[in-house]
């Protein structure tokens, strides 16, 4: 067995005391398991569906794509596809129509709101919170199935504590047109401030990462094996702060990307022991998540494992908060508009038409940006805050006039355009050309474009232009453009 496995160390490069341990964890599974690492990586991506409906997104991502897209059986907006697919660096990518996501961490946001478990949340206005969000795959996931759920009520809290990752979630939300309240704290500093506020709590927590080395040769080489106990720690100091934010009533998925049982099963053993307000729940859940095999005394946790579905390494729990004290926090106020800037939003909503309502989302000046806000926010009070919600509209100061012009962000936000639209066919040059920042020529006929105007292709808009005698001003944002 040690020259079988001297050959796969070589052959996949995974840290020989990283291998006794699942030697010893699987026993009799380990050789398939080993087999499984040894496999090539999986590509995989989840349709965002607020903007495309599943089945068509299907036929239209396989034509724009070029390769066949296969459904995932624990995720009904959730496809594999091949590695030759560029689904990263395609415009339909920069339009928001999918979030490249693996397989397995897939499984976390469907089994807290989803179709394997979510069915209990009948709230009028949900209040859910994901408290280690960056970079935003299972944020816009729970987004996405939150909207779905609560026709639009639900409000949701995204925070992450390092402060560089949260800007990259703020930029995929926003790509993805999902609006959302987005912290840069700590937990502990949200638990103060808010008490039991959320009915549903996605603890995705920061782990040693065993389960991505097959995705992930980085991962592999960061790990050491003090990792899983300092991770353990922290883990168990999140748990504590995410119980206190939970209601009575509220569910909580916890999930790690690793096998290790001190952050898994021992990790919620222990948890469970602290807090007897806690139980955890077991639904109907798809066969391939089946891998509850009574790892240490936990009866109910999923293992979703490479050699047993197509997918990377999971391990998730859902926990239900039997009782304790629910708390109300103070909300926060959105901060109104000046009176000269109240005139220039009203006309600014009749020629842009946010139609922010029909999310019960409200207005509020943020960060010299009108952004939306919804009356279910807590307060904020030295907090560290990324965005309210969607930015609408910029606030211009300057010269003797101030004057508002549409943010990026709302090009996203939109489900149906109020405003002249310039649709780029994928075979048109000005679609690369706009993606990369440049002007672009009208053609005849379009000459009656004049003014702000929505790029799209696909149907999906990516960004703004200004449309002036003939040609185009382009206003896609500088972080995003696309290198010649
Ligand atoms: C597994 S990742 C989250 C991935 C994310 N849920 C997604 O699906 O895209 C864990 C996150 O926890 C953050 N984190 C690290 N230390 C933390 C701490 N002490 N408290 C809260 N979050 C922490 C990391 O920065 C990282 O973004």
Redo the contacts with the bound molecule.
Sequence with gaps: MRLFLMVKYALVNLPPIFLERMQTLLAAEFSAFLEAMHESRINSLRVNTPKLEPVGAQKLLEGALGVPLQEISWCNSGFYLSHTAKAGSHPLHAAGAYYI?EAS?MA?AELLLGDWGGEWLQTHFPRVL??????????S?LAQLLQNKSGGTGFLVC????AP?AKI?AENLERLGLPALITNE??ARLAQAWGAYFDAI?L????S?EGMFRKDPNAALEWTPVLPALCAR?QH??LE?AAQLLRPGGRMVY???TFTLEENETALEEFLQRHPEFELLHPPTPPEWGFVRGFGALQAGFRLMPHHLKGEGHFMALLHKKDGEAHDPKLEEPTPLERPMQKLWKEFESQFEPKIEQYSLLASVFKGEIQTFDPQTPSLERLKVVRLGTPLAEIKTGGKTNRLEPHHALSHFYQTNPVPTLTLEPIDPRLAAYLRGETLELEEGSGALEGWVLVQTFGLNLGWGKAVKGVLKNHYPKYLRHNS
Aim: proline share 9%; hydrophobic share 35%; aromatic share 2%.
């Design positions: 996501q961490a976390a994901d408290l280690c969000a960056a970079p935003g795959g299972k944020a996931h925070n992450e504590i390092v990752r979630l700590d937990p996605l995705d927590a920061p782990c990462g922290r100091d999140i702060w999930s790690t990307c």
